[in-house]
């Protein structure tokens, strides 16, 4: 299994806490990747984490509610 695809919920958490401090972000969606998730599919789940310890859950559904929940986190920064 390569870096950036973990194996268990509580790994991809840990490994997107880790990626989202190192990378110095305000916000870094992380979702399981992999056995036909994610790339090539109409939906998908995740979970947007903000760098204040914040964590949203995306439920699985097309990708474009996940796009506006990511939005709607980015905007809130803005504000």
């Known amino acids: 299994v390569a870096p950036e695809s973990p ?3 509580a790994t991809v ?3 997107g806490r880790a990626k989202l401090a190192r990378k110095g972000c ?3 969606v ?3 990747v992999g056995a036909g ?3 090539g599919q109409a939906d998908n789940a ?3 984490l903000g760098a204040d310890g914040s964590e949203t859950v995306v ?3 097309p990708k474009a509610v996940l796009a506006a ?3 709607d986190a980015v905007a809130a920064r803005l504000s």
Do not use: C, M, T
């Open 30 to 32: 992380v979702n399981a």
């Open 46 to 48: 995740g979970v947007i």
């Open 37 to 39: 998730k994610a790339f």
């Open 13 to 15: 958490l840990e490994h």
């Open 7 to 9: 194996v268990s919920a």
């Open 59 to 61: 439920e699985f559904g």
């Open 69 to 71: 929940a990511l939005w």
């Open 26 to 28: 305000d916000l870094l």
